[in-house]
Nanobody
Framework: QVQLVESGGGFVRAGGSLRLSCAASGGTFSTIVMGWFRQAPGKEREFVAA????????YYADSVKGRFTISRDNAKNTVYLQMNSLKPEDTAVYYC?????????????????WGQGTQVTVSS
């Protein structure tokens, strides 16, 4: 069973940057599709980005395209989310998730393992 631990959240002013990390343990990381989701207070969890086993395929929510970049280092069992040009509406708890499948997915129900989340707060 894969376990996920996020880090890198924090407080930043609008226009700033943060890099989130998600370290995986307990499974074969290189064969797992990884995703990032976020949930703001009072809202449903929403898709942010996802990446295939090899890193060759990535998907992004329209709201973050051109600002966020997902990447992975299979040698370190870690997936990253580089967030640039942050906006107040990016404020949320960010979760990484793992999916043991070939196809990259963008809905929360398609991911079976979740981290505990890390808070990102962007001030205006």
């Amino acid at each position: 069973q894969v376990q996920l631990v996020e880090s890198g959240g924090g407080f930043v002013r609008a226009g700033g940057s943060l890099r989130l990390s998600c370290a995986a343990s307990g499974g074969t990381f290189s064969t797992i599709v990884m995703g990032w989701f976020r949930q703001a207070p009072g809202k449903e969890r929403e898709f942010v980005a996802a990446i295939s086993w090899t890193g060759g395929t990535t998907y992004y929510a329209d709201s973050v395209k051109g600002r966020f970049t997902i990447s992975r280092d299979n040698a370190k069992n870690t997936v990253y989310l580089q967030m640039n040009s942050l906006k107040p509406e990016d404020t949320a708890v960010y979760y990484c998730a793992a999916r043991r499948a070939v196809r990259v997915a963008t809905t929360p129900r398609d991911y079976g393992t979740w981290g505990q989340g890390t808070q990102v707060t962007v001030s205006s």
